[in-house]
Nanobody, 128 residues
Framework: QVQLVESGGGLVQPGGSLRLSCAASRFRLNYYTVGWLRQAPGKEREGVPCISSSDGRTYYADSVKGRFTTSRDNANNTVYLQMNNLKPEDTAVYYC?????????????????????WGKGTLVTVSS
């Protein structure tokens, strides 16, 4: 079964770091654009980093720029989200999603479409 699985969420204090993983099963993730999205209770879904398949360009929302970094590990068929200097407002369920077109094709990154493959999410809680 083709699927994405996120891991690495948990409870962290403000100012701390976490690394999330998005692992793919039964397909090669390096051929896909991969986005990280988050949704907090009562808030709209927000696209945070995205990395395009075509040229490797990355997109970062202003809210996470300078603190979050996404990268590919093709050997392990995984994409990572390194999150540093976490803030309480980063608390959310984090999802990874994958599809073929560049990041800006998708609504979470300025376009008009939704990525096709989604993981089930991992909860990140930033609290003292």
């Amino acid at each position: 079964q083709v699927q994405l699985v996120e891991s690495g969420g948990g409870l962290v204090q403000p100012g701390g770091s976490l690394r999330l993983s998005c692992a793919a099963s039964r397909f090669r993730l390096n051929y896909y654009t991969v986005g990280w999205l988050r949704q907090a209770p009562g808030k709209e879904r927000e696209g945070v980093p995205c990395i395009s398949s075509s040229d490797g360009r990355t997109y970062y929302a202003d809210s996470v720029k300078g603190r979050f970094t996404t990268s590919r590990d093709n050997a392990n068929n995984t994409v990572y989200l390194q999150m540093n200097n976490l803030k309480p407002e980063d608390t959310a369920v984090y999802y990874c999603a994958a599809d073929f077109m560049p990041c800006n094709y998708y609504s979470d990154y300025g376009g008009n479409n939704v990525m096709d493959l989604w993981g089930k999410g991992t909860l990140v809680t930033v609290s003292s």
